[in-house]
C-alpha cells in the first residue's frame, strides 16, 4: 500500500522534499552575504520540475541551471588555482 496515487505524485513529492532540504542548506551558506545567483550543475540543472521549486523557493535570488558541464568542479578548481 502507498499514500501516493501515482508515480507522479510520488516524483513531486520528492521534488518538494529535495528542494526543501536545497533551501535549508542553502540559506544556512548564503544568508547574510551579497549573493544574488544560485546556478545549479549537473542533473539537476536539467530538471524542469527541481528548477521551477527551486526558484519558488528563492524568489530573491536568480536561479539558473549552469551553461557549463561540471561548472562546479572547474570553479572549485579556479578558487584552488588562485590561491598558490
Known sequence: MTIFLD???AYHYLMAEIVQQQRF???LVISNTDIKKICVDGGFGKNELYMKLLANAFPSYNVVAASVPQASS???AMVMGEKK
Open 74 to 76: 572547474i570553479g572549485a
Open 7 to 9: 508515480e507522479n505524485e
Open 25 to 27: 542548506s542553502s540559506s
